[in-house]
């Protein structure tokens, strides 16, 4: 008696996208285009056009997107983030954190369905073309039992996704170096930069991989996010979920059922549809990404046959027990405070964050010189961040708090560079030498304040303190 091996993709599965031999099951999800696929469908676009159109927009003459690494730069909405904004990244990554867990506590995994970009890219852009190319659902899995990868209509797939692949990384690459050097690259020999040249080879080959071999595994195998749901969401939030209370038992058909038998006729529309591979039915599980398609298979089921529609719903397990509905909960409640005191932070730090970061230093030599003629010298360092993306030419003063026994001649205010002119969006440095006699310094300290201030109406303050000789000290001695 001889036996002969099932096709590969065939065998009886053990995983959603594994079968009992070790081979790799492909998933072929036939389309449901219901209410939900079409909302959906405009939400995917929309973040498709944005993320296309970003990199080109911008906003008061800055990027609307650019993360700039060799300057150390973030730019988002016109607003420059430096590498001093420490405070800004705090509150920004933890209002992103605390919101994704709102969302999650409130909606489920409504971010995996709606807009993570593995499943707007995977489920409205390459596998809408790789039906086109295969001759839809059922020729798809038809080519797949031949085991035909290889076939002129499933060439032309491939070659297709790269070109989305190739496309798809430059846009990447501009939101790191703007469209203009993007540009310019691209007229240029790959030997001139070299860098961004292998940026785009790899990533070109990470996104072809992604979308035409491995898929939906990213979901299942590398992103954690689907294991994180068990501890992010409780019974009262809202899932993609089946009414086991309304549908079971199962009957198969339509027609001539039991009277007993729930409203599930057993069609298995749901999986299907599931671009996961799995059964809803089975309850919550790690693989479902919320993506609302087995709810669209199943109320067109369900209206074919003269059922309610909503066998499958958004709805939360509390809800589908018949347990009551608790809008306010330990996460609804502490996430949202968090989240107000971050973003309110982060609003705040903004507001009051002026148009330019300066940093006062005292001078590398030491702590004061005494010069030739008995003078103490003091070397300031001004250090200045131009936040504008205009330059600016930045006015420095020094207010010694004078005292009726110092006189004009007294004081000397030595700035080689003043005004200071900086760039936009750079840094630069200059030093202040302030000469005073030995009688300004009591117990060897003088305190002034050090003004600084451009012609657009930035103006900052700051308290420093002068060092001298004090009883019996003779400091430094320049010639």
Known sequence: MSTTAAPPGLGRRVLPTLNEDGTRRWIRPKPSHGKWWRRRQVVAYFLMAIFFAAPHLRLFGKPV?????PRREFTLMGYTFLPTDTLLFMFSLGSLVIGIFLVTALWGRAWCGWACPQTVYLEYLFRP????FDGGYTQSRALDKQGAWFTPRRLGKYITFFLLALFVSHT???FFVGTPQLYEWMLSSPAEHPSAFFFVVLFTGIVWFNFTYFREQTCLIVCPYGRWQSALIDRQSKIVAYDYVRGEPRALGAKQRDANAGDCIDC?????TCPTGIDIRNGLQMECVHCTQCIDACDEIMTKIGKPTGLIRYSSQDEIAGKPRHLLRVRTILYPLVLAILLGGLGATMYYKQAADLTV??????????EADGRVSNQIRVKLTNRRSADMAYGIVLDLQGEPDLTANDITVVAPENPLRVRGGETRATSVFVLLPTRAFT???RFITITVSDERGYRESVRYRLLGPATGTTGSTRQ
């Open 361 to 370: 230093l005292r001078g590398l030599d030491g702590p004061f010189a005494m």
């Open 129 to 132: 073309i790789g039906r086109w």
């Open 268 to 272: 298995k529309a749901c999986v299907q």
């Open 172 to 174: 990447m690459l501009a």
């Open 65 to 69: 997107f650019l993360m700039d690494l």
């Open 443 to 445: 117990n060897g300290e």
